[in-house]
């Protein structure tokens, strides 16, 4: 009889709470906010390796209004390659080695929504993008300290890069959750170390899927 009554409680306290299918069916996509995580591959050149794919993973937020938005992410991809920067010798001048490892990004975009349907979401954005390597250690020898300081100065300036991007995707409205996929493109720079003079691309490309989840309204209800 005590189980019996614990089951019955449990059932009836079941039956007030929300579901989650219902909660998400009852929120629009437009003037809403989601979070959402995601994994997918940037495609990537070096000094030393052409159009290598790392895996990426990341978070972000997307606030929705009736025709545009705002995209913030922050992505990681992990990699390990070499890159290159011009150094000086008193006699020589040379292309030194860069050990590189990972990439962090923190990508900000204003976004538009054509062609929405109920389930169906189309979206574009252009925004900027910030790469930077997570770590760079210049590699051989030094003739002095002070060669070694100026190396060091060369590293951190090709270290980051501030650039354009370009995203596009769609996502799709399921009961608890919305899925999507994406393309987010940015042109590589020569002042980067992810930039290959003989023969990489033009833009650095990521394809990217994930999940989001509607947290609400992004504006505030008339009191």
Same mark, same amino acid.
């Given at each position: 009889?005590?189980?019996?009554?614990?089951? *019955?409680?449990?059932?009836?306290?079941?039956?007030?709470?929300?579901?989650?299918?219902?909660?998400?069916?009852?929120?629009?996509?437009?003037?809403?906010?989601?979070?959402?995580?995601?994994?997918?591959?940037?495609?990537?050149?070096?000094?030393? *390796?052409?159009?290598?794919?790392?895996?990426?993973?990341?978070?972000?937020?997307?606030?929705?209004?009736?025709?545009?938005?705002?995209?913030?992410?922050?992505?990681?991809?992990?990699?390990?390659?070499?890159?290159?920067?011009?150094?000086?010798?008193?006699?020589?001048?040379?292309?030194?080695?860069?050990?590189?490892?990972?990439?962090?990004?923190?990508?900000?975009?204003?976004?538009?929504?054509?062609?929405?349907?109920?389930?169906?979401?189309?979206?574009?954005?252009?925004?900027?993008?910030?790469?930077?390597?997570?770590? %760079?250690?210049?590699?051989?020898?030094?003739?002095?300290?002070?060669?070694?300081?100026? %190396?060091?100065?060369?590293?951190?300036?090709?270290? *980051?890069?501030?650039?354009?991007?370009?995203?596009?995707?769609?996502?799709?409205?399921?009961?608890?959750?919305?899925?999507?996929?994406?393309?987010?493109?940015?042109?590589?720079?020569?002042?980067?170390?992810?930039?290959?003079?003989?023969?990489?691309?033009?833009?650095?490309?990521?394809?990217?899927?994930?999940?989001?989840?509607?947290?609400?309204?992004?504006?505030?209800?008339?009191?």
């Amino acid at each position: 009889m005590r189980l019996l009554r614990v089951l *019955t409680a449990a059932i009836g306290l079941a039956a007030l709470l929300p579901k989650p299918s219902a909660a998400q069916g009852g929120r629009q996509f437009k003037d809403a906010w989601f979070w959402g995580v995601k994994g997918g591959g940037m495609l990537y050149s070096s000094a030393s *390796t052409e159009n290598s794919l790392a895996p990426l993973v990341g978070a972000e937020w997307l606030i929705t209004r009736t025709r545009g938005g705002l995209y913030v992410s922050f992505d990681q991809a992990f990699l390990t390659t070499t890159g290159s920067f011009q150094d000086r010798e008193p006699d020589s001048t040379f292309q030194r080695n860069v050990a590189l490892k990972n990439l962090r990004r923190f990508s900000i975009a204003a976004m538009v929504f054509p062609m929405q349907s109920p389930r169906y979401h189309p979206y574009a954005g252009f925004g900027m993008v910030l790469n930077q390597i997570g770590s %760079a250690s210049a590699q051989g020898a030094f003739l002095n300290s002070s060669r070694y300081a100026i %190396a060091l100065d060369s590293v951190q300036s090709k270290k *980051t890069s501030f650039t354009p991007m370009l995203v596009g995707g769609l996502q799709v409205r399921m009961a608890p959750f919305s899925v999507f996929g994406q393309a987010v493109a940015s042109p590589a720079q020569q002042k980067f170390f992810l930039y290959n003079m003989n023969g990489g691309q033009a833009f650095n490309l990521s394809l990217e899927g994930g999940v989001r989840f509607n947290f609400g309204s992004s504006i505030d209800k008339v009191r």
